[in-house]
């Protein structure tokens, strides 16, 4: 039975999954939609709202939230505790494909991930090169890495920030479009008539089937710049070179991605909610090794940032302790029983009831963590006691003067009641914690399932494998002494005591106010500060600021930032402008992640991060918010307090938040407030005058898609290039 539990014990302890804490987030969809180009309020009419009526009546919704940017949507879904996660994806899934027709048709269709689309990654890779451009190492890392990193077993995403995807540019020039008379639309129906690859169907002869391969795609820039956009009736043409710079070029020119001071590439591993921590990572770090021997010469891959560091070295000392705990209490025994092959005894049932109570864990789907790490050193003392019961009874028989074996029968049937007694009750006070409701409740959930599974066991344990080992191990020495002293100082104690009543009484009742008044004095929260080798630093500036002044802001922040490399305390210096990873218009804020050193190495992260709000506070320009990672597994990081104001319109609702704002700047315990909703972005209203646009037959959606196309850039087309696939952006030349 025992080889049996010890054997469950070992494979439950290999497939429990292992993190830092409990996942007391709930589950959670979101749905992002790109619409280039839209303003935050059309995107919202026309997407946002739209999602959102549409999943309202998916089972199981605790909350559902939404934020408009311009140029794109993102829909999150909050569930219920009880709600399957990908039971929910299959949900939100069906209910947003009913209603795609419904979307604006230059959207792209709506991402829905398990994942939050702006999460943290655990862990970043940096990329960089000094002699290839950023476009080609972003096309290296597209083509040969992320497959490679994705396959990882417990990778969700990996994401590439700072990089510039190549395209192909048409950068047209109006003034030649206008000499020419030719349009934007016209540019845009060529290309798609033109670069298409259509099947031919086959030819059959008496012995061979050939298929028909029709060569009509481009492939280079010089087949665009050849493509002839207009014919004049002179025989005249005009080519798509002759109204248009087209150059091979990234996407998205405005990214930025730096690394202690230098410009590179990040990739960023997104790990899947289940996974293992520890082998994701581990799983990265090998397959990093061999693509750094694999790499080109020109290129060099770093590892950056690790948010396994901070959860290895926690649980070491988590384990460490449990270790301790378990060889000071065996220490103790040896010291009170004064006999070494006894000791051996509570030494041997202690591991093993702690093994077996990964059993309890790996049945109920909890995890190995922290706070279930806490419970088995809580469960030392616990799971001992049972043994010392047995071990000590069954001793006493022996000193008696019965055999080992007898003495062991015996001993264990006069106390089997009252071990199996204490465990029901040590059970029963930690039962109810099971069925507590509420996200805090989940990590005392684990907690009560270990410690009851423990007590289980140790019962087990002490009714049958206790007694079995007294019976071969069990050494009793003859003429074992007595500590009278001690015992005589514990009786003279115990008769003082119980003679005075009213000072013992006195002494219990000042205790108990104490207690109550060190409880109300004593800070509360939900998780303590914690120093995790990294925090995280949001740049924003002024609603509407451009690329080129968000980056001018990091840029400087940067340099002061520079000296706690300089020093030894920050080991990597990473900051990226735009903050957000899915696309969007806003430019006006960055992000930067700041790794330090071992701990060993440098001071207190409180007191860097002290030091580095004192020098934020010389960019005037731009607000600069520092806060470290949150606690206690939660995914998201940044604000401990968040609430939600709602109303009629928008103008009441900015209206009553003034005031909460205003009042929150008064309580000095707040750092800081931030909102989302942005009034301030500034924007160019333009009106068709509809008298002139009949008397010269152009239509609303053709004057719109034409300011589409030259001011925001959309992607007509693509080309195929060593087997890849690329976007053709259609533009206006910028001056």
């Not at 002494?507 to 998780?527: G, Y």
């Not at 300089?566 to 903050?579: F, G, S, T, W, Y």
């Not at 196309?709 to 001056?735: C, D, F, H, M, P």
Request: aromatic share 8%.
């Amino acid at each position: 039975l025992i080889s049996f539990i010890i054997l469950i014990g070992l494979l439950s302890l290999n497939k429990i999954p292992l993190r830092q804490f409990p996942d007391i987030e709930r589950s959670e969809i979101s749905i992002d939609t790109i619409y280039p180009g839209a303003a935050s309020n059309i995107v919202e009419t026309k997407i946002t709202e739209i999602i959102e009526a549409q999943i309202s009546g998916i089972d199981g919704i605790e909350s559902i939230s939404s934020v408009s940017r311009d140029g794109r949507s993102k829909v999150t879904i909050e569930f219920i505790a009880e709600k399957d996660i990908n039971e929910a994806a299959n949900d939100v899934r069906d209910a947003v494909s009913r209603i795609l027709e419904n979307l604006p048709k230059d959207s792209e269709s709506p991402e829905i991930s398990k994942i939050d689309s702006d999460g943290n990654a655990v862990m970043w890779l940096n990329l960089t090169s000094d002699d290839i451009t950023q476009l080609e190492l972003t096309d290296y890392a597209d083509r040969y890495l992320v497959d490679r990193l994705s396959v990882i077993p417990g990778v969700a995403k990996v994401r590439i920030s700072g990089g510039k995807k190549k395209s192909l540019r048409v950068w047209l020039n109006p003034e030649l479009l206008s000499k020419y008379k030719i349009s934007v639309l016209d540019i845009e129906k060529k290309i798609n008539e033109e670069n298409i690859e259509i099947p031919a169907g086959r030819l059959e002869s008496k012995f061979r089937d050939f298929t028909v391969k029709l060569d009509s795609d481009y492939k280079t820039v010089e087949d665009f710049q050849n493509l002839v956009v207009k014919k004049g009736n002179d025989f005249s043409f005009v080519k798509l070179g002759d109204v248009a710079k087209i150059e091979i070029g990234p996407e998205e020119t405005r990214q930025l991605f730096r690394g202690n001071g230098e410009e590179m590439i990040g990739l960023g591993i997104l790990k899947q909610t289940e996974a293992n921590l520890i082998k994701v990572t581990d799983g990265v770090k090998n397959e990093f090794i061999k693509i750094k021997n694999e790499l080109p010469a020109n290129i060099k891959i770093y590892q950056s940032y690790d948010t396994s560091l901070f959860v290895s070295e926690a649980l070491k000392e988590v384990i460490f302790t449990l270790c301790f705990a378990i060889s000071l209490v065996t220490i103790i025994i040896l010291i009170f029983l004064r006999n070494i092959t006894t000791t051996i005894i509570p030494f041997i049932t202690v591991p093993i009831s702690i093994l077996s109570t990964f059993i309890f864990l790996n049945f109920f789907g909890y995890t190995l963590n922290l706070i279930t790490l806490l419970a088995l050193v809580l469960c030392t003392g616990l799971v001992i006691d049972d043994s010392i019961v047995m071990l000590e009874n069954i001793y006493k028989k022996v000193e008696s003067g019965l055999s080992k074996t007898k003495a062991s029968i015996q001993g264990s049937k006069e106390v089997v009641f009252a071990i199996i007694s204490t465990s029901i009750v040590l059970i029963c006070i930690f039962i109810p914690i099971i069925f507590i409701e509420g996200d805090t409740a989940k990590l005392f959930k684990e907690l009560a399932v270990t410690v009851i599974g423990a007590i289980f066991f140790s019962t087990i344990i002490s009714l049958t494998l206790t007694p079995m080992l007294c019976s071969r191990l069990l050494n009793v020495r003859a003429n074992r002494k007595s500590n009278n002293k001690f015992e005589d100082l514990y009786i003279s104690f115990l008769k003082f005591i119980l003679e005075k009543k009213i000072i013992l009484l006195t002494f219990i009742i000042s205790i108990i106010f104490s207690i109550i008044f060190i409880f109300q004095k004593v800070s509360k929260e939900l998780s303590p500060r914690e120093d995790r080798g990294a925090f995280f630093m949001l740049l924003e500036s002024p609603e509407g600021s451009t690329y080129e002044n968000t980056v001018n802001q990091m840029l400087k922040i940067e340099k002061k930032l520079m000296k706690f490399n300089e020093n030894k305390e920050a080991k990597r210096i990473l900051l990226r402008v735009p903050r957000s990873f899915s696309g969007t218009e806003n430019f006006s804020d960055g992000i930067g992640i700041i790794v330090l050193e071992h701990w060993e190495k440098r001071r207190n992260i409180w007191k860097i991060i002290e030091e580095i709000k004192k020098i934020s506070t010389e960019i005037t320009d731009s607000r600069i918010i520092i806060f470290p990672p949150r606690g206690l597994g939660q995914r998201r990081s940044g604000s401990q307090l968040q609430f939600v104001i709602s109303g009629d319109s928008y103008e009441n609702i900015n209206k009553n938040m003034q005031i909460v704002l205003n009042e929150v700047k008064k309580n000095d315990n707040f750092l800081f407030a931030r909102i989302d909703y942005k009034k301030n972005r500034p924007q160019i209203d333009i009106k068709i005058d509809k008298d002139k646009v009949s008397d010269l037959g152009i239509s609303n959606l053709e004057i719109g898609r034409t300011l589409e196309l030259l001011l925001a850039g959309r992607k007509v087309n693509t080309y195929i290039e060593n087997g890849e696939e690329y976007y053709v952006i259609l533009q206006s030349v910028k001056e």
